[in-house]
């Protein structure tokens, strides 16, 4: 028989976390639970621990259990509005949770690029041990996670100074509300002098995982501060798209992904160009 745990507290939930087969409910938007009448689930609604949002400095600390409304409300963080407004609806934001979002390591899960742009780490807990994680080594492929038995995804920390930065979130969707990606991206940069210091890229929907690559952003620094047109730009594109892998879907086919992934690109490239 199926059982069903409440914890209040994380020692509770790992406690709980030790039976056979059991089963994390953060918000349940997103669970696939089968036909099986056996295991535990846990409900880690109630874990106030886990619903924190914390400034360290340069850094953010978001708890797995923050929903995306919460999220909302951090006006602090520059480009949050604008990338939870276009996740969902009201009602399914209310539970949704960026824990579950990040385990289900969906290839258009809307906040992963957010947090491979800006060199997120996930900190994973279990009974005596809690390890923290880059999200490219968490993010294993499609739905796949490297949580093993017993852990919990605590929380997720991302590089966010509040100063200094541009922050660009774009995501292609069949409708602006309720509707799941095709292709999403997030970016950041900053000049300093008016000399480009930093650029930083996350594409979605491309392949099995979210793409971050680092050798074509340090390229891409070089290109922009030698003043190169978008001729050279669509040289670095073409070397870019060589790592994507975009399947045809329910949603829409692979060649509509790599076109769309272009024009993401160039519209990024405009921006970061306007503001030189
Ligand atoms: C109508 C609708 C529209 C949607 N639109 C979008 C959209 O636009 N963009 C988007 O990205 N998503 C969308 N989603 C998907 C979903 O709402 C989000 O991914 C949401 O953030 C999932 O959070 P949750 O708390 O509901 O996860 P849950 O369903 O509770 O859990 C999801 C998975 O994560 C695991 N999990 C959760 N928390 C933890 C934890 N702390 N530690 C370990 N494992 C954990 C669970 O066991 C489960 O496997 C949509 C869903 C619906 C139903």
Not at 153 to 180: D, H, M, Q, T
Not at 244 to 265: A, N
Request: charged letters at 30%; glycine letters at 8%; aromatic letters at 8%.
């Amino acid at each position: 028989m199926m059982k069903a745990y409440y914890p209040e507290t994380l020692e509770e939930a790992l406690e709980a976390l030790k039976n056979k087969d059991s089963r994390i409910i953060a918000g349940g938007t997103d669970l696939k639970l089968g036909r099986t009448q056996e295991g535990s689930l846990i409900f880690t609604e109630g874990i106030h621990e886990l619903k924190k949002i914390t400034r360290r400095d340069t850094h953010l600390a978001i708890g797995a259990g923050v929903t995306l409304s919460m999220l909302l409300e951090e006006r602090e963080i520059p480009f949050m509005e604008k990338l939870v407004r276009s996740i969902a609806s009201p009602g399914i934001r209310n539970w949704a949770s960026v824990g579950g979002n990040l385990c289900n390591a969906s290839p258009i899960g809307d906040l992963l690029p957010m947090v491979y742009a800006l060199d997120g780490r996930v900190k994973l807990i279990k009974k005596g041990c809690e390890r923290l994680l880059p999200i490219e080594e968490f993010i294993l492929g499609r739905k796949r996670t490297a949580l093993e038995e017993e852990e919990l995804l605590k929380e997720v920390v991302i590089y966010c100074p509040v100063e200094g930065y541009k922050y660009f979130w774009i995501k292609i969707s069949g409708r602006e509300a309720n509707s799941l990606s095709k292709v999403n991206s997030f970016a950041t940069y900053k000049y300093e002098e008016k000399k480009l210091v930093d650029l930083k890229i996350a594409m979605g929907g491309l392949g099995p995982t979210v793409i971050r690559e680092r050798e074509i952003e340090e390229e891409l620094i070089e290109v922009i501060n030698r003043g190169e047109g978008v001729e050279e730009l669509e040289v670095l594109f073409k070397e870019y798209q060589k790592l994507f892998r975009p399947v045809t879907d329910q949603r829409s086919e692979s060649s509509y992904k790599l076109g769309v992934s272009r024009k993401i690109y160039l519209n990024l490239m405009e921006y970061i160009l306007k503001d030189k």
